[in-house]
């Protein structure tokens, strides 16, 4: 059986994959460690933005953030989980299309 505080861990994890901007993050920073201003550059976002969402993500607790001098790396917490998940997410969302 499942305590609340587990199904509250539940809902910030489904929050980290509820939006696509966070999907395109979490799909860039699965190829490498990325700072803000590749995924900037990458996804063409404003940067504000993009700081947002990995606070999302952060909380979620589906990326890690690293210091590496003056700049903050992210990468995936658990890569191979988190690329799991996006993949089942696309087939679900093409067999929906599907019907």
């Known amino acids: ?28 920073i699965g190829l490498g460690r990325c700072n803000v201003g590749e995924i900037v550059e990458q996804l063409g976002l404003e940067q504000s933005r993009v700081s947002k969402h990995l606070a999302v993500l952060l909380n979620a607790g589906l990326v890690r953030c690293d210091v590496d001098g003056p700049r903050r790396c992210y990468r995936l917490e658990q890569p191979e989980a988190t690329m799991k998940i996006l993949f089942l997410l696309k087939e679900m969302q093409a067999a929906t299309n599907k019907e």
């Open 1 to 28: 059986m499942t305590s609340r505080n587990d199904d509250e861990n539940v809902v910030r994890l489904c929050r980290g994959f509820g939006n696509a901007t966070r999907l395109e993050i979490l799909r860039q």
